[in-house]
């Protein structure tokens, strides 16, 4: 068991969502003077024995805030029940993109299927829709980055992109993105590329990489000792959200990555102080190829 103890629920007290502090003259760069100026007190959470039951059971998903970058999300269906917000990419004259509220909807269908899906896994999380694809499957590589900078300086817990670029002239800057969100705490899951070609941010280690297995229980998941993928989860021939309140079938990667984004919306609703790092370890110890019930063989230990 662990002791843990509970935030003010004020995402903008915590020091990892405030801007850096001002630099302390004769302490180099990024230091602090802790021999005479006491650190600010912050909340933990502890890592026990970790088992699926320890990380995510009997949680919903309450109090964590979910990004799905994507072709949007249809608010209206009823797998995905309700939405806090519906924002979009919006090029400008001058080639540069801004974020503005739009209305619920999706013409493609690939951001309905992830957001519901993720409401099946974490029910009470809060959703929020970022349309970074403008036409339909398709969008460009400077209008992700836009809605992923936004997400990141709105401080959403997690951030579910089943998208990713294969133009290595945005990967600096998604690089970027990724290591800023890890330091404050927005945890981005990413769906690897349906084939086996190179692309981003999913590659990236400060990220959570998600690529597909073939069984059928939605809470299954396993972890991959062979790199650059991190987890497998459920991802062939899922049963989806479909614009129009329709439910299709369908299979790829995409469709993994909300099962582990619901995952860890749930650990984070029942642990919120974890960081990135300690939130991966979870999810390795609790995976169904490492954790085993008592008595069984524990492959990962």
């Known amino acids: 068991m662990t002791c843990e103890t509970q935030g003010d629920g004020d995402s903008e007290q915590h020091p990892w969502r405030r801007p850096p502090r001002h630099h302390f003259p004769g302490i180099p760069a990024w230091g602090a003077p802790t021999a ?4 600010e007190k912050f909340d933990v959470s502890l890592i026990g024995a970790v088992t699926p039951d ?10 964590v805030k979910v990004a799905v970058l994507d072709s949007g999300v249809d608010g209206s269906h ?19 993109f801004t974020i503005a509220d739009c209305e619920p ?4 269908g690939h951001g309905t299927a992830c957001a519901g899906l993720i409401r099946s896994m974490a029910p009470e999380v809060s959703l929020t829709s970022v349309r970074v694809l403008t036409n339909g499957k398709h969008g460009t590589g400077a209008g992700l980055i836009a809605g992923l900078r936004w997400a990141i300086d709105e401080g959403f817990d997690v951030i579910n992109m089943s998208l990713s670029t294969g133009k290595p002239q945005f990967c600096l800057a998604l690089h970027e993105l990724a290591d800023r969100a890890y330091f404050r705490r927005c945890v981005i899951v990413a769906s690897a590329h349906n084939m086996p070609v190179r692309s981003f941010p999913w590659p990236f280690a400060s990220v959570i990489s998600v690529a597909s297995h073939d069984e059928q229980d939605p809470s299954v998941y396993y972890y991959n000792p062979s790199p650059p993928v991190d987890f497998f989860a459920r991802g062939m021939g899922v049963e989806v959200a479909w614009p129009g ?57």
């Open 78 to 96: 009823p797998m995905v029940k309700r939405l806090d917000r519906s924002v979009g990419v919006v090029p400008g004259d001058d080639g540069e």
């Open 245 to 301: 309140g329709a439910r299709i079938r369908s299979t790829g990667n995409s469709f993994a990555t909300p099962h582990i984004t619901g995952i860890c919306a749930r650990i984070l609703s029942k642990h919120p102080m974890l960081t990135p790092f300690q939130l991966k370890s979870v999810l390795y110890l609790a995976a169904s190829n490492v954790f085993q019930p008592q008595g069984g063989d524990n492959a990962g230990r």
């Open 36 to 39: 005479r100026l006491r650190e």
């Open 105 to 108: 909807t999706d013409a493609a």
């Open 54 to 63: 320890w990380a995510w059971g009997g949680s919903d998903g309450s109090g």
